[in-house]
């Protein structure tokens, strides 16, 4: 069972380049491994384990690949597919986190190359767009939310109020543009496929799983909640517990201990102290700037090193999500799975423009807000 561990941390390329990177940062700024566990912020970490032992446990058990392929076969045309996918992975992101529900939507998306002829770099790249616009609405749709949430103190449902009107402003965004670059062209169908078995116990054991962990949550017993769906998949189904890909948990540990060390750096200090001061406008295009660069998380973990989690900040991590590449792993993740290299580039055609529209939109809508 170690195995899978082991070859996946061999090669994941983006953890080794944060540990060269930790090891580097060392080298002008000393940072004493006995710190370490204080740089890391353990409530994100639990809350993701969670997450991710709930999502390969409904994952194991078939329940949304039989889900998919049924609903798949009642569409008529492409648009209509299009627009259900892209409604389906914004909400599977909203409580399942924006990476986890591309590992569930596309690789349905790409079975559908044996069923019908159908652009399916368009349909991930929306896909993409779409998780990181859905999983915007709750405290535990995203990473950088997880972080914001439990910093600011505010309840479950007080954090996804806020965060609603930049939410649904991107949602019906994307709907429209899906409606205009999906035809609705009819579907041919070219071979018929049989509904694969599922585990009605485990779906409903992760069901009720969920709802525990989430109350778990909202009263900061995280840690509790989290060994209570340990014990219970290795009760039921150990499998789910050794399929998991812990190899993400280590990469997001690298992260806050790289952002710690970056922090201490006396350039960085200097470039961000005055960040406090910055104006609105400021502190806005700085955030989604940074998210470009080094990703929506660890900006995130950077920037509340100077700043207070505020409304302008959530929302601004979140719109840095769209754009280049970097700006959220979900579009790594789901390019990555998508195995097509002209991917790549033609995902910019509509990241770029989402980009500039969700930054103009998202800042008058907190103008009209305040």
Known sequence: MTLPFVRSLLHDRFLHLLVLTGVLLSVWQPFHPAAWLTAIDWHTIVTLSGLMLLTKGVELSGYFDVVGRKMVRRFVTERQL?????????????FLTNDVALFIVVPLTITLKKWCA????????FEALAVNAGSLLTPIGNPQNILLWGRSGLSFTAFSWQMAPLALAMVLTLVALC??????????????????PWQPKLVGCCLAFYLIFLL?????????????????????????VFSVDWTL??????????????TRLSLLQTLLGGIGQYGDVRLWLTAIGLSQVISNVPSTILLLNYVSPSLLLAWAVNVGGFGLLPGSLANLI????????RI????H???LPMLLWAATVGYLLLVCLR
Not at 82 to 92: G, M, N, P
Not at 182 to 195: E, G
Not at 249 to 262: E, G, H, K, N
């Open 249 to 262: 948990l280590l990469v997001f540990m690298a992260m806050f201990i790289d952002v710690y060390l970056l």
């Open 82 to 94: 299009a627009l259900f996918l892209l409604l389906a992975a914004a909400l599977l992101s909203t």
């Open 118 to 125: 159908i652009p399916i770099n368009r349909l991930i790249i």
């Open 344 to 347: 790549w580039w033609r995902f």
């Open 334 to 341: 789901a390019l990555r799975m998508a195995n097509d290299r």
């Open 179 to 196: 409606w205009l670059c999906f035809p609705a062209k009819a579907l041919h169908y070219q071979s018929a496929d049989r509904t694969p």
């Open 349 to 351: 055609l509509y990241s």
């Open 216 to 240: 778990a949550l909202e009263l900061r017993l995280e840690l509790w909640g989290l060994a209570l769906l340990v014990a219970g998949f290795l009760a039921l189904e150990r499998k789910v």
